[in-house]
Each structure stands twice: as C-alpha cells, then as structure tokens.
C-alpha cells in the first residue's frame, strides 16, 4: 500500500470514492489501523475525553499532542498523519506557526484548526510556509461553553449561512481538507459539493467525500452514552481489525453512516 497523501483524497473525490478515517493516539494502533487500509488518522484533542477522562477537549496541552503524535507518527506507515491544534493555541498567526512547527517536528503531515473565516490569515501563512491544513467546522468541541453543550449546529438559515461562507473561506485560504461535525445532512451534502477540497463527516451524514470516527467508538469503548452519529462496529464476533474493516467497507458502500446516525435541518 502507498502513502496516502492530500493527492490521494483529493482523487478520491473527483472519483467520487468515498474513504474512512479514524482517531488514533498510539503507535500500535496506528499501525493496525494503517495496515488494514484506514488511509488517514487523525490524532484527535479527543484524547483529553478518551485517554485522560476529561469533560471536553479544553484541557489538552499542545505537549500532550506533540507526544501522542509521534506515537502515531511512528506506527502509522502509510497513513497520512493529521493532528489538533489544541484550544488556545492558535490565537494570532504567530502563536499558530509555534504550534504548528511543534506537531510538525512530532511527525503530524498536516494540522487541523477548529473555526471559520477569522483563521483565514493563520491558514494562509501556514499554507505558504509548507504546512498542509485541515479545516473543522459545525461542532467545534473546543468552543463547547460557547454552544452550551455539544449540540448540532447550522439549523437554523443564518448559521447554515455562516457555516457554507467559512467552509469557503477556509478553502480560499489554502485549507486542502474539511471536517464537518455535528451539522444536517443537506447543509453538509450543500457545502461538500460547494467545495474542490474533500470533506470528512462526523455526524454529518453520508453525504461527505469520508467518514471519521473515534477509535473508542468504533469498538465500543465510548465513555458513558456513545453519540448519535457512532457506531460499534465490533460486533458480531469481530476482532478489532475485523471492525475496522467492516468500517472501512461500511464507509465506502455508503451504508454508514445510516439516517439513524443523521441529523435534520
């Protein structure tokens, strides 16, 4: 299997090949994901809920993910490695490259932003500087105390607004991949096909160019009640890497996520 590069995903998209992608925060897991064909892994700020047992993502240091990211980055051959920016660490373009060149130097092949157009300057040097970047928009789970909870965004017209203008901004800025989170399906499949650049859903239904999920989800380890948009793939006498590929195959024939894992406008 080759290195998946933002090439790679961007010829799945004019394909029209839908592809799976997966949090990963060690490099043995890393490696099992890779070797069963998950070209992507993202190395998620997730891990303050997951791995630290935190209440959402804010306390995550960008040390935290600098560790963890070189973990993966050593397990993950062939994937394409993304990792979080965590919250607060990205506030002026300044501060942005200092974090970039931290998870960058850990091994991360891009870097993943949370927000909308106020990140255009930021996401324009990184990109002129040579660091690839990820865009995050709908739930951002680091401006969880903003929203009032983790809670589906873009239902209303002007948000639905808001969020296709920065989707576009972020791309007009350099950003070469979208993750859209928590938002309805028709906003999702409107932005997708507004965009050259793929878009990774998460409860965004199965609209999107790929699919991303946290590994704890997948196999069932989810502390207290799994969302909506998860599901436990091992299941049926499946060992882990038996459900990472019915992930994958689940991914790519459009069967997941299904309407159940959905949200409406």
Not at 150 to 165: H, I, N, Y
Request: proline share 5%.
């Amino acid at each position: 299997m080759s290195k998946t590069t933002v090439s790679t995903l961007q010829q799945y998209k004019q394909d029209g090949k839908k592809f799976a992608t997966l949090t990963a925060y060690d490099a043995s897991f890393a490696k099992l994901f890779s070797e069963a064909g998950v070209g992507v892994l993202l190395v998620g700020d997730s891990l303050g809920m997951v791995l630290q047992g935190h209440a959402d993502t804010v306390p995550v240091s960008v040390d935290d993910m600098a560790y963890h990211v070189a973990s993966v980055s050593r397990g993950a051959v062939d994937a394409l490695v993304i990792a979080d920016m965590p919250f607060m660490s990205y506030t002026t373009p300044i501060q942005t490259y200092e974090t970039a060149t931290k998870l960058m130097q850990a091994g991360a092949n891009m870097v993943k932003l949370e927000g909308g157009e106020w990140l255009y300057e930021s996401i324009k040097g990184l990109t002129e500087r040579g660091v690839p970047v990820c865009g995050h928009l709908g739930l951002t789970p680091q401006s969880v105390h903003l929203f009032g909870g983790f809670k589906v965004q873009g239902r209303q017209q002007s948000q639905a607004d808001k969020l296709l203008s920065d989707a576009k901004a972020l791309e007009a800025a350099g950003a070469q991949l979208l993750v859209l989170e928590c938002i309805p399906t028709e906003l999702a499949a409107t932005i997708t096909q507004a965009l050259s650049i793929p878009v990774i859903g998460i409860g965004a239904g199965s609209v999107t160019d790929g699919q991303i999920l946290v590994m704890h989800d997948l196999i069932g380890l989810t502390p207290g009640k799994p969302p909506k948009f998860s599901k436990n793939f091992l299941t049926d006498g499946r060992d882990v890497r038996g459900a990472v590929a019915a992930y994958i195959d689940a991914v790519t024939d459009g069967s997941f996520p299904g309407p159940e894992h959905s949200f409406s406008s």
